[in-house]
C-alpha cells in the first residue's frame, strides 16, 4: 500500500537535471546533477539521490511526472509534461504574484505569462539557436578563460559594457576573441555579453502581454550580470528563487499531486 503523500518532479535538460519529492506541498528534498551524455541513467540516479536525501524508496512516491527536453527519457515518470508548464507551476509556487517567467536553461530561453493560478496563458521562445542561453555564457566563459559561476561578478565590476553586435554564437566568440587581442577589459567584455543576451530575451518578451510580478528560472538566474542586465531592461525588480534550478522538476511534482488528487491517473 502506497503512502499517498509524497510525490515526484523530475527535469531532464540539455545540461543539468534535477529530481524533487515533495511531502504533501512541502519540499522534502532535491537532487541537481549534469545531464551528460546518458539520460536515462541520469534520471535513475538523481531521482535515487533525491528519494536517498528524503529517507524514501521509490514505492512510496503515488506519482512521478518528467519534464524537460529529456522526458521522454524517464520510463519510471508516470506522465510527461513540458517545460512550459512545469516552470510557470513551479514559479507561482515559490512567488504566488507571478504573471511572466523568464526561464533561460543551457539551450532553451522561453518567456511565459500566466493567470492567477500558475496556468499558462501565452509563451515564447528562442528559435533553435543558442544566442540568448545558457550555452552562449558557456562558450564565452571558454574564450575568456573564466568559470561560468564567475561571470556574474566579475560583469558587475565594469562601469559599462563592451557592445557585442553579432547575434550568432560562433560569430560573437570570434568577436569576443578580438576584443582580448585590442585589449579591451575582461569585465566590460563580460557586461557586453550580459547585455547582449538580456536584451535578446528582452525583444522575445515584447511578443507577449508582460505583466507583474516576474520571476527568473533556470541555471542562467544564478548570473547576478544577466539579472542585473534584465531587471534593467524591465525597469523593474525580478524575483529570484533561492534554487533557480529546481523550478522545472517542483512544478512537475506539484502537477504529479494535482493529478493523483484530482484522480487523473
Ligand atoms: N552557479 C552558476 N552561476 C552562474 N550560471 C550558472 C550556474 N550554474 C549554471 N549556470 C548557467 O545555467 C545554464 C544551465 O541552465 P539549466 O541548468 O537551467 O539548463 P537546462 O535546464 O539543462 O537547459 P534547457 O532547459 O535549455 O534544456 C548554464 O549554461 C550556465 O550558463
Ligand atoms: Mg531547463
Do not use: W
Not at 528519494?51 to 521509490?58: A, D, S, T, V
Not at 564567475?150 to 547575434?167: H, L, P
Amino acid at each position: 500500500m502506497k503512502n499517498h503523500t509524497f510525490f515526484a518532479g523530475i527535469d531532464i535538460g540539455s545540461l543539468s537535471s534535477e529530481a524533487l519529492i515533495l511531502k504533501d506541498n512541502r519540499i522534502l528534498s532535491y537532487s541537481i546533477m549534469n545531464t551528460g551524455a546518458y539520460p536515462e541513467r541520469i534520471a535513475k540516479d538523481c531521482m535515487d539521490q533525491a528519494l536517498k536525501k528524503g529517507g524514501l524508496n521509490i514505492n512510496q512516491v503515488s506519482c512521478i511526472v518528467a519534464t524537460g527536453y529529456g522526458r521522454i527519457s524517464v520510463g519510471f515518470a508516470d506522465k510527461q509534461i513540458t517545460e512550459i508548464t512545469c516552470h510557470a507551476r513551479g514559479a507561482h509556487y515559490l512567488f504566488p504574484g507571478t504573471r511572466t517567467v523568464i526561464d533561460i536553461g543551457g539551450q532553451d530561453s522561453k518567456v511565459i505569462t500566466t493567470d492567477e493560478n500558475g496556468f499558462v496563458t501565452d509563451f515564447v521562445m528562442n528559435d533553435k539557436c543558442s544566442a540568448g542561453t545558457g550555452r552562449f555564457l558557456e562558450v564565452m566563459a571558454r574564450v575568456l578563460e573564466i568559470e561560468v559561476n564567475e561571470m556574474g561578478t566579475r560583469s558587475m565590476r565594469a562601469k559599462a559594457g563592451v557592445q557585442i553586435s553579432s547575434m550568432c554564437t560562433v560569430f560573437a566568440e570570434s568577436e569576443v576573441i578580438s576584443l582580448i587581442a585590442d585589449g579591451k577589459d575582461p569585465d566590460e567584455i563580460l557586461k557586453g555579453i550580459h547585455d547582449s543576451i538580456s536584451k535578446r530575451v528582452f525583444g522575445m518578451a515584447k511578443r507577449l502581454r508582460v505583466r507583474d510580478e516576474i520571476t527568473f528560472t533556470g541555471g542562467v538566474a544564478k548570473n547576478k550580470g544577466i539579472v542585473y542586465s534584465l531587471s534593467s531592461l524591465f525597469k523593474r525588480k525580478i524575483n529570484i528563487p533561492t534554487e533557480p534550478q529546481i523550478v522545472g522538476a517542483l512544478g512537475a511534482a506539484l502537477c504529479a499531486r494535482e493529478m493523483f488528487i484530482k484522480g487523473k491517473l
